[in-house]
């Protein structure tokens, strides 16, 4: 039957007598109906993908464009005198991540299902997720984020599953969201949550009895771990989240005639940081209940997990007290101490334990030693990781790691979100780009064709022109479109430096308040969460916003700059905001940023990078050369060795550098304590003098020079539309359909499914 038939059926009415939310409703099932009947048996052997966030954004047109069916439905409604747009935004976008590691994710999911690989992501069915931003007196405060009536796409299983903690136990309740690939397979991610949740339980904003576990166990996304409390229930979240996966995994081999100790013919999981690396442990517990000796379940185990890193910032390396896994799960603490005890009996080297001397279990040491492949997500992320931050496990184990950099899902942050875009790349090379995004090179024939590159610099405008529209509606944020739009999207971190590019725009400040005018308007546009106790980040989004404002009430300025943070940036809002941006903000401190995603959205989209060489900005250099993007600031050796050295002084270049000083000591100018909170300021600013743990100071002359270069190489349209071009037909290489293929050849070893 045709899609809009199906759709007619189930609005059970004529069309013009139906409310909105009877046709989104009969839209979610007109989804739902054909994605069942697009399932196909599933392979022996299966792919689960664990982890404690997905950031799926919206499903509604994303689902329409991989059924193929976006034009017939869109078709259907416009007759009828409605837009797909109206109801694309009654969906209310799940809440189930942070930022990249969660966006990553959901890109994999994707691409998995369209490349019909056999594999379901697992998680947790967060009721309030990520909280919802809100700006207050030009600071960040946090409020529930409620979304899962107001979605649809979900589904009740019936499966359930009891997990034990040590005093009592909980029932779990599955639910399922069809993930559907381009063109190509089903498969699900698998959400659970608990029968007993009471939502009743948040008082005051985000605030919670964060003890009362059974009924405050799946109410939110990484509550506050700033305290034990926090933190406690964080490792319950996390044994509860596996502990499911391993019953439900377990089952699944069962009931396809798995003996258990040939778990890894029928089983591969992939564990998405050391948030599930309890799985590990959960697992051989299980498997020993079910008969298996000591010595096979760890054998078993060992060949079907694999871990993938995602950062060296050592704070967040996970390492829990031994006396907090014996409180929430004392089941698997003998396992880990029998695992621990392998270890040292096989190694003289401490840093290799799982169990350290303060009764510390880090969890990546267990994932390391008792997984089969260990990955990092960009070129210089694994190499980091192998020379550096692990290189003592890397001495042990050197076949095991691996590196697979990250990718992105073209269907969403291309197809969906950039429509002009994509029909242009169509109109030149054909649709194959779509489902080979290798295809995307070919358009490099066209770096001399002027009027081929006229048309991308119009469809920037209007790009920047429907940002306006949407910001100006949505939060009353005006901008002016003429202007460049410079981007920082992503997590409040100190590690991604915000404060360096806060600095460059007081510096600015003080350059057009000297009559030093810039060659064309400058705006630019942060989006960013800070986690809710991160006290630093909050002072640097409030450093941010009082810049904004009073940037904005001097006439003499804001002609020519604008600052502005959007409220609650997230999936949603970085769709529109993506296509309209002109330079992409990367500028972490060298070796820090693990691989960043943004940054090849951003270039996908026509946007160029100002960056440093971290992450896979290096690869991004490396495909797009020197002439179209803008590298500066240190590099990762530099500042391996300065941390190393230990001798960083962030106020030696203070004194050294009377531009850089006029700019952090306005931070506290009476100007701003006027518009701002003096304390907060304060803090700040001392932070940075006494010590800049994330040395922007040494990088600030090299940031300056570079980025007012970027502007000024803007004004030669032609020429920039040219970087515009190498940089979309670069990204080809970061599709997350090449990052799966990688980890299906090195790791998965998954066969193709049958298509339908
Ligand atoms: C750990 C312990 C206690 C509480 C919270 C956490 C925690 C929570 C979230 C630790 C890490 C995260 C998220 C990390 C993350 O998003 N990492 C990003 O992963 C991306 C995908 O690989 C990379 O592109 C980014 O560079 C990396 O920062």
Redesign the pocket.
Known sequence: MRATDLLKNFLEKDISSCTNSEIYFALVKTIKHLAKEKRTKETKKKLYYVSAEFLLGRLLTNNLLNLGIYEEIEDFLSKNGYSLEKFEEMEAEPSLG?????R?AACFLDSIATLNLCGDGIGLCYHFGLFKQVFKDSKQTEEINPWLDASGFLEGENKSYTVSFKDFSVSARLLNLDVIGYMGGVNSLRLFDIETIDEGLVKKGIDFDKEDIKRNLTLFL?PD?SDDKGRLL?VYQQYFMVSCAAQLILDECIEKGCKLYDLSDYAVIQIN?THPSMIIPELIRLLMEKGLSLDDAISAVSKTVAYTN??ILAE?L?KWDISFLKEVAPQIVPIIEILDGRVRRKFPDETVYIIDKDDRVHMANMDIHYCFSVNG?AALHTSILKENELSSFYKIYPDKFNNKT?GITFRRWLLNSNKPLTDLIKDKIGNGFKKDPAELKKLKDYAKDEKFLNRLLEIKRESKKRLCDYLYRTQKIALNENSVFDMQIKRLHEYKRQQLNALYLIDKYFEIKEGKLPLRPITAIFGAKAAPAYTIAKDIIHLILCLGKLIEADKAVSPHLKIVMVENYNVTIAEKLIPACDISEQISLASK?????GNMKLMLNGAITLGTMD?ANVEIHKIVGDDNIYIFGEDSKTVLLRYKQKNYKSEDYYLKNPALKRCVDFITDEKMKEIGDEKSLTRLKTELLKKDYFMTFPDFESYKETKDNALSDYEDRISWAEKMLYNISGASYFSSDRTIKEYNEDIWHLEERNKK
Do not use: I, Q
């Open positions: 942070n930022g990249g590691l969660g990553l990484y771990d964080r940081d995602h950062t967040a996970e997500v990250n940023e693990a691989s960043g995603t992450g």
